[in-house]
């Protein structure tokens, strides 16, 4: 049954995987009683809880770790975006018209995909760390790791210089919603690549 | 000696659905069970980390089942109530006897 392996994998973020799949299964026996709505409203629901008690039982554990996944996510972007810009850069000059004028390289127009690019990747990266950091409550730490970045988004809003900006517009909230959905399906892709590596042979 | 736990009202509600429940305490049945004795429906999320959270205090005890099909394969998680979790709820049930000593209540009278 698809919705039960869901609602396994999303679980076993939060909790080990004997207790996932039992939560999971106790959701799927009672689904043909209380119907769709209330199996997905409560797979979230129960999720939402053990990750808030993931978070109260070793709340500076967790922050500490969100603190060192964010570094991390952006240690992999610049890693992977400073090749991209320079090869970028290299065949702009490569292919300029008159050898003697200097290059024309436009940031501004491949930035938005270079970030998204990076982003996505390091996201899985991200993914593939709290595998192995944080076994059974990659959740959590991922949203610490989505909190801590939104907190000092905002700011420096207003301190990038020429943005003019202290507010998030719309179509900035919009790409952070998509970003955000993208990105964790990237790094859960990360979790479960990881936790196949990991496991025992012949499972 | 070590004390006895104290317990949340809640928590309270969970051990004693566990107990009457038997050997068939697990996570629909003791559901089932609060909703059937108190008329509330409790939040699968609020049910599953008190479970955890009894279990981290050796007040519960919990064992793996075999796969049903009616469950998408996965096996269910029976608990028990262990022998520190019984004394805690006694003490409890005991406090509240003392608390309801001498009341009148609608419908209910202590002695």
Known sequence: MRKAGIAEAILSLTTSRDHAASIAGDLVQQAPFKGATWFW?????????????????APVRVTGLALLGLFLQMFYMLVIQVPIVLLHLGLSTARRPVPSQPAEFNFAATAGWEYMFAFLIASYLIGKWLARRAPQKELVV???VWFVAHILWLPMLALIPGLNQSVPSLADLTMDIVATVIGGLCVFAGVRSMRRRMAPVGE | MSATPLLGEFEQVVLLAILRLGEDAYGVTIRNEIEHCTGREPAPGALYTTLDRLEEKGLVRSQMGDPTPERGGRAKRYFAVSGKGVKAVTHAMRNYQRLLEGLELPGLTYA
């Open chain 1, 142 to 144: 991922y949203v610490g």
């Open chain 1, 41 to 57: 409203g409560s797979l979230v629901r129960t999720t939402a809880s053990l990750t808030w008690k993931a978070f109260a039982e």
